[in-house]
């Protein structure tokens, strides 16, 4: 089983940026696509970025497009996000999960809090 440790969060102002990290065990990490996943309060969890197990290909949700950017170092299973003219309503707890299947492979992390004042 992977373990998934998410770190990097913090209070910002809008407009503002934060870089995320997720450190992962095991050897499947540089062989699995990743993604990062958040879930603002009330809400259910949605996946907002992924990248594929080379870093070749990256896919975002419309509504970080060009805010966020996914990448990842095998060499350390580390997956990042760097998320740059923050808004309030990217408030959420962050989690990065791999993805298989458009599914999360493993269990979840504690996550990583996101907080962004208006």
């Known amino acids: 089983q992977v373990q998934l440790v998410e770190s990097g969060g913090g209070l910002v102002q809008a407009g503002g940026s934060l870089r995320l990290s997720c450190a992962a065990s095991?050897?499947?990490?540089?062989?699995?696509?990743m993604g990062w996943y958040r879930q603002a309060p009330g809400k259910q969890r949605e996946l907002v970025a992924t990248?594929?197990?080379?870093?070749?290909?990256?896919n975002y949700a419309d509504s970080v497009k060009g805010r966020f950017t996914i990448s990842r170092d095998n060499a350390k299973n580390t997956v990042y996000l760097q998320m740059n003219s923050l808004k309030p309503e990217d408030t959420a707890v962050y989690y990065c999960?791999?993805?298989?299947?458009?599914?999360?492979?493993?269990?979840w992390g504690q996550g990583t809090q996101v907080t962004v004042s208006s």
């Open positions: 999960n791999g993805v298989l299947a458009g599914r999360p492979s493993w269990s």
């Open positions: 095991g050897s499947v990490f540089s062989i699995r696509a």
């Open positions: 990248i594929s197990s080379s870093g070749g290909s990256t």
